[in-house]
């Protein structure tokens, strides 16, 4: 390999901060731990690890002393997975962050690229991964989330339906939870209207619980806005 100059080693790493500060200017406008500076550096920090890689061996290298860059490379790849790891969070079945996780590790690829010296493939992936985490993220919200999130609204008791009570109720169930919100009912001090948003349930699944939650004790109807515009009641 072709020994680059200094200022064009210089450049790579300016380059892949420019790449990853984009993908995590994406992140960090969603408020996630893993944002613009995170992706930035992870970028910069692999592109200087393929450099070392690539060309910090070369005084040593003789007809008896080869090198190989990629095993730095595979290095890098594998051990980048700590900060994916910090990046998802987990509450019982719900797992969140595996696409920022997912980001992290992408830009190490990117940085990784750019270190080689392959600026047109760094260039692409870096545009087809913001199409995936920014243009496609509106349409999976429309075509599959929409499909996927119920909403319930339930007048009950004052304090019939707490969080732990829901809990109680529903037990596994309680992991499609996406939204809880209770308020004191508008000109009854004695009841409240609840608010419940579930993620990720199929119709049947959402039968069940609606029959869980009509059961529990002190709830006075409960009603599905895309559905039968009648109330259940215990």
Do not use: N
Request: aromatic share 6%.
């Amino acid at each position: 390999m072709a020994l680059a100059s200094e200022w064009e080693l210089v450049g790579r790493l300016a380059f892949s901060a420019l790449l990853g500060s984009a993908i995590g200017y994406e992140r960090e406008r969603l408020a996630w731990v893993a944002g613009l500076r995170t992706h930035m550096l992870v970028c910069v920090g692999s592109t200087l690890i393929m450099i070392v890689s690539a060309y910090g061996f070369s005084e040593v290298l003789s007809e008896r002393v080869t090198l190989d860059p990629s095993r730095m490379a595979a290095q890098v790849v594998s051990g980048i997975g700590f900060l994916g790891a910090g990046a998802i969070l987990a509450r019982g079945e719900i797992v969140r962050g595996l696409t920022t996780a997912a980001s992290v590790w992408s830009v190490a690829g990117i940085g990784l690229a750019v270190g080689g010296g392959l600026y047109t493939p760094a260039v692409a992936a870096t545009v087809i991964i913001l199409i995936i985490l920014a243009g496609i993220k509106p349409l999976e919200k429309r075509f599959i989330g929409s499909r996927q999130r119920r909403e319930l609204l339930i007048t009950a008791e004052r304090d019939a339906l707490s969080l732990d009570k829901l809990h109680e109720a529903l037990g596994a169930g309680t992991t499609r939870v996406q939204q809880f919100v209770i308020r004191q009912k508008d000109g009854s001090p004695q009841l409240d209207d609840i608010v419940i948003t579930f993620a990720r349930v199929t119709p049947m699944q959402f039968l069940a619980l609606q029959k869980r939650l009509i059961a529990v004790p002190g709830v006075v109807k409960l009603k599905d806005p895309d559905a039968d515009p009648d109330a259940l009641q215990p």
